[in-house]
């Protein structure tokens, strides 16, 4: 199966439509259909520019092209680095030590599985956290999960910096809102969201088969990837258990989804969250070459623009909808709040 033999939804339905329509409710089961056999899907949304997107990568290469002295500043680690940036070689691969994560890649084709993780140290990558949307207005156990958020410091990318987040932000978090209404018709979508660009320097980092984000599944509940300048993000089909290169369609406008964590526990795992990898790769060692000659003023940055949305509330359950599909999987209740912390201990980002 190739990357784009993955089902796409097209989100411009649900403005042109009714909820209750014939094509609308195909979309919806043709979505959630997508996320039990794939665990992953396009979305073609016309909302999403181009050029916004172009604008939010300039702004991470640039932000994370400025040193390490001052990108510290913006760093929260007393918070989990749940707001601000995380600096690389601080995250840790959860599957470098996981052993139900180890079974699954022993499970894999040897030719389909990712690199070796086992040996790998943190990731030579780079994030930034930026919420989208307001605190929720009630009093909650994880209070460093709702901290505000930062804003960098230098005057040439704070004046650009919360327009920026916004816009593209904004783009994102309407097509994850639509996934979710195309999952479950007449449910809230009053989840909080995480604008969370990822950023790898390729001057540092650029050799061929060098692990910038070791094999993983996010925590949260749906992960929503723009387009990358780069290519070496690799994603694993559930239904095939093959290593697909994400390469986007040439034209038209396109979000990759893929289910988290949080998606699996709250189906009891009807829905499995999606993993990914980004290597350095054939192909990113030539797009790096060309931009030398085509962009020789920008930096080599690597940068992964997307957008964590997180189950509805930090206060709520994540009680199962469903039944354990596999039987060696157990998905106890408990709180998102407590969820998200588990994982973040998992990968060194939280004590």
């Not at 991470?60 to 929260?76: A, C, G, N, T």
């Not at 070791?214 to 239904?239: C, E, K, M, Q, V």
């Not at 040439?250 to 969250?273: C, D, I, M, N």
């Not at 709040?337 to 201990?345: A, S, T, W």
Request: charged fraction near 25%; include cysteine.
């Amino acid at each position: 199966m190739s990357f784009a033999s993955l089902p796409i939804i097209n989100l411009d339905l649900f403005l042109t439509e009714t909820h209750e329509s014939q094509a609308v409710v195909a979309e919806c089961k043709k979505a959630a259909d997508a996320l039990v056999m794939y665990g992953a899907l396009l979305v073609q949304d016309s909302r999403v520019s181009e050029d916004d997107n172009d604008t939010f990568l300039d702004l991470v290469e640039d932000y994370f092209s400025q040193s390490e002295e001052i990108l510290r500043k913006d760093e929260r680690s007393e918070l989990g680095y749940q707001v601000g940036v995380t600096l690389e070689n601080t995250e840790k691969p959860k599957c470098a030590v996981d052993e139900p994560c180890l079974q699954i890649i022993a499970r894999l084709e040897p030719s389909e599985r990712p690199l070796d993780i086992t040996a790998h140290q943190p990731d030579p990558k780079c994030r930034f956290f930026w919420k989208m949307g307001d605190v929720p207005p009630y009093e909650t156990r994880y209070p460093a999960l709702n901290a505000p958020n930062v804003v960098p410091e230098d005057v040439s990318i704070k004046n650009r910096w919360v327009p920026t987040m916004e816009k593209w932000g904004s783009s994102m978090k309407n097509a994850c809102a639509h996934v979710f209404i195309n999952l479950i018709l007449g449910v809230s979508t009053t989840m909080p969201h995480l604008l969370a660009p990822t950023a790898s320097d390729l001057k540092k980092y650029g050799q061929k088969d060098t692990i910038l984000a070791g094999f993983h599944s996010d925590l949260n509940f749906l992960t929503i990837h723009g387009r990358s300048r780069y290519p070496g993000l690799h994603i694993w089909a559930r239904n095939t258990g093959k290593r697909i290169p994400v390469v986007f369609p040439p034209t038209g406008r396109y979000l990759l989804v893929q289910a988290g964590k949080q998606f699996e526990h709250l189906s009891g795992g009807l829905v499995k969250a999606g993993f990914h990898e980004v290597v350095v790769s054939d192909n990113t060692l030539k797009t790096i070459e060309r931009r030398k000659q085509t962009h020789r003023d920008r930096p080599l940055i690597l940068p992964i623009p997307s957008l964590a949305e997180r189950a509805k509330a930090l206060k709520a359950d994540t009680n199962n909808l469903g039944n354990e599909v596999e039987e060696e999987t157990l998905y106890e209740p408990m709180k998102v709040g407590q969820q998200v912390q588990n994982e973040l201990r998992h990968i060194a980002l939280m004590a």
